[in-house]
């Protein structure tokens, strides 16, 4: 085995220090058809070509039938990357998303077709005005015939599907997995059976019929497949565009850590339940526009059309492309929808033909387009068996280190002098002695059932000093962590920061109130690089919404290089162990690395007070001391620090005060080498007999 290289799940303590850990190197399989598109001039080409291609397309071609399967491909694509958004940037797995088509589709339907004609009243005029309605007196009737522009209708069916995206989404944010799928299953099946049902407003099962199809500079697009193909593939062009931005931003960072860990995401000050929302909502909003575009262009709607085949065969079209990859699910959508509209009818009749010519009747009436859920049955499993990833893999490419960087001696920062950093903590960080304190616990409970992991604890951290916390396992050293950053509710008991109650706030406010922290168990986002796992920390910070994100508006340009120069100032704490993989994903990274690039993510948010659980875990002595200069040096700074640790030297060497927890108790609280030599810590930590032959 490679020595330089840690596995993922790497034992602690087993880092060769003298040398870098190398890169993952990408499948030697696939390396040929995606090397190309690791230049920029290349992949910028291939765009220019796509687009050249896709507006000649009907030229070449020349068929109406073919341009009507490409318009309807582009009505999937802009499915698949709504439901990209949730399923593969947020990991929300969502089997109901037809719902939102067809949301979008019965809205654009209902306001342009005949389906509901109240009476005229002059309540409709200044509606007349805007072109939205028209009166219409039929038997000496006068009635109102809604005529809202598709042009109109695209944006505000977006925002439609959204609303009811945000309705669904609200009360399943706390599921995942099995349940979630299943939640949005139901709601999946509720919209068709409404729509089948309310015959009043869809005219039911029979579905909605004349429904006006668009009109541009008086131009009727009718029932010519060539301008809804162009409108189709403006629309994706769009959504690509936005897919792509929104992903590069911090929103995207948020989702993607919220799917890699939610817990951590949380902890580094991402609103779950906004993100989740937006996420929901956003995926809507682009079937919403699906669905009104894919109804103008059939001019009819049916409650079949939005069934759960057509959520399960968007979400195949997903996985076929490569969750999380824009490019991936667009080619997924378009090969799925070709293979139906064209492949399978084709297919049909060769084997009807072959069928014919051995007599056999079976394969000569066989329909091939009928069995459309069972091929793509037999495509998810081949992808499950052969390539997981999808066929355009959203896998970040691995910056291969250079042989220098490979085989440079490591230079970190030895001495707590060397650990600079322009602005960590922000104003007020440096802290007059005698103020108030950093943090102030004060007889804090915790229950598990009948398990008592905390009990009346009381545990001042005065501002701008180092306190360990010490004890042996099981004495709820990490309870207190989980417990004063919002992972576990307290029973009794308070913990004010810097004076103000903390208690029952969300993790993610409360480390926007100035407390970050790292996990015992590492908990990196797994499929993001070293500098976005950073990034994510600051997200708190970070201001950018989804309409800057995809404008990127200047403000957020900004924002945006200052959060990455403040990323590399981080990593230069750790001198060039973390600097030339900025650009790798975590997962290739050693175990001390990793634990570097969590402390990093830590600090990344500006942090008052910094939590380290254990950080030293997995590093070897030299290591572990190097660490414990770099802490020491951020206290210099001002930063005070609460840590977990169970090396007795590391905690001598930068702790002000020691805590020992034994049985969720305050054992004692002292200098280090006072608490090294109580004899009650002996004998927590060593059993009494041990104790005394200590
Ligand atoms: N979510 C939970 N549900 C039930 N019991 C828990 C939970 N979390 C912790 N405990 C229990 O609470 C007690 C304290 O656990 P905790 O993890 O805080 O200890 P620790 O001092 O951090 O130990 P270690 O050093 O082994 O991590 C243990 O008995 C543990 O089993």
């Known amino acids: 085995m490679d020595t330089t290289t840690a596995p993922p799940d790497a034992k602690p303590g087993h880092e060769n220090t003298n040398a870098l850990p190398t890169v993952q190197a990408p499948p030697a399989k696939w390396r040929w058809l995606t090397a190309p598109f690791d230049k920029p001039a290349v992949r910028t080409g291939s765009i220019v070509l796509l687009a050249v291609l896709a507006v000649l397309f009907p030229v070449i071609t020349g068929d109406q039938a073919n341009i009507d399967a490409a318009g309807n491909a582009a009505a999937y694509a802009a499915l698949a990357l709504g439901l990209n958004i949730v399923v593969g940037f947020c990991g929300l797995l969502d089997l109901g998303y037809a719902a939102f088509f067809a949301i979008g589709a019965y809205a654009y339907g209902i306001l342009t077709s005949w389906q509901i004609t109240p009476d005229w009243s002059g309540f409709w005029v200044p509606f007349a005005a805007l072109g939205l309605v028209q009166k219409v007196v039929q038997n000496d009737h006068a009635l109102v015939h809604f005529t809202v522009s598709f042009w109109l ?152 059309m939005f069934g759960f085949p057509v959520s399960i065969m968007i979400l195949v079209m997903v996985v076929l492309g490569g969750l999380g990859s824009v490019w991936g699910v667009v080619l997924g959508a378009v090969a799925l929808q070709l293979l139906q509209s064209w492949f399978l009818g084709d297919l049909t009749q060769w084997v009807n033909a072959f069928g014919d010519s051995i007599h056999n009747n079976y394969l000569s009436s066989i329909d091939l387009t009928q069995a459309s859920e069972l091929i793509f049955g037999i495509i998810l499993v081949i992808m499950m068996l052969y390539r997981r990833e999808g066929l355009i893999p959203a896998n970040r490419r691995q910056r291969a280190l ?116 790292t996990f015992q168990n590492i908990r990196l986002f797994t499929t993001l690089t070293v500098a976005e796992n950073i990034m994510v920390g600051l997200h708190a910070r970070l201001k ?55 402390i990093s993510r830590a600090l990344a948010s500006k942090p008052k007070l910094l939590l380290l659980d254990e ?80």
Request: proline share 4%; charged share 20%.
């Open 615 to 694: 950080p030293t875990a997995g590093m070897n002595t030299s290591e572990s001391l190097e660490l414990a200069e770099q802490i020491k040096g951020l206290h210099a700074l001002g930063l005070t620090v609460l840590i977990i640790e169970h090396k007795l030297d590391v905690v001598t060497r930068i702790a002000d005060k020691v805590i020992v927890l034994d049985h969720g108790e305050k054992l004692t609280e002292g200098p280090a080498d006072e608490v090294r030599k109580n004899e009650q810590v002996l004998e927590a930590y060593l059993g009494r007999g041990a104790a005394a032959h200590a």
């Open 153 to 304: 209708m695209l944006p505000i069916s977006g925002v439609i599907s959204a609303f009811f995206g945000i309705l669904f989404g609200a009360p399943t944010l706390r599921l995942r997995g099995d349940y979630l799928a299943i939640v949005t299953l139901g709601f999946g099946e509720i919209v068709p059976i409404v729509a089948r049902n309310w015959t009043g407003l869809t005219n039911g099962a029979a579905g909605l019929n004349g429904i006006a199809s668009p009109t541009l500079f008086s131009y009727k697009f009718g029932i010519d497949a060539t301008p809804y193909y162009y409108v189709g593939i403006g629309v994706v062009a769009f959504l690509i565009f936005a897919s792509t931005r929104l992903r590069e931003s911090r929103i995207g960072r948020a989702w993607m850590a919220i799917r890699d860990d939610e817990i951590a995401a949380g902890a580094m000050g991402i609103n779950l339940t906004r993100f989740k929302l937006l996420a929901f909502g956003l995926g809507a909003a682009f079937a919403g526009m699906a669905g009104t575009f894919y109804v103008a262009k059939l001019q009819t709607a049916t409650p079949d």
């Open 544 to 598: 950018a919404g989804p309409f800057s994100a995809v404008f990127r508006s200047p403000k957020k340009l900004t924002e945006e290089a200052a959060g990455r120069d403040w990323v590399i100032e981080i990593a230069k704490i750790f001198g060039n162990r973390l600097m030339p993989r900025l650009g790798q994903t975590v997962v290739g990274l050693s175990y001390a690395n990793r634990r570097r690039v969590e």
């Open 402 to 517: 250079s042989f220098e960087q490979q085989h440079a001696t490591v230079q970190t920062h030895v001495r707590a002098e060397d650990v600079t950093l322009s602005q960590i903590g922000g104003e007020g960080y440096i802290h007059e002695p005698g103020a108030v304190p950093m943090l102030e616990i004060n007889d804090l409970t915790v229950r598990f059932g009948g398990l008592v992991a905390l009990n009346k604890v009381n545990i001042t951290v005065p501002a701008g000093s180092v306190v360990a916390v010490i004890g042996p396992n099981g004495s709820g050293k990490s309870t207190l962590f989980n417990t004063i950053t919002g992972l576990v509710r307290a029973g009794e008991g308070s913990i004010l920061f810097q004076g103000n109650e903390i208690l029952g706030l969300r993790s993610d406010q409360i480390l926007k109130t100035g407390i970050a922290r």
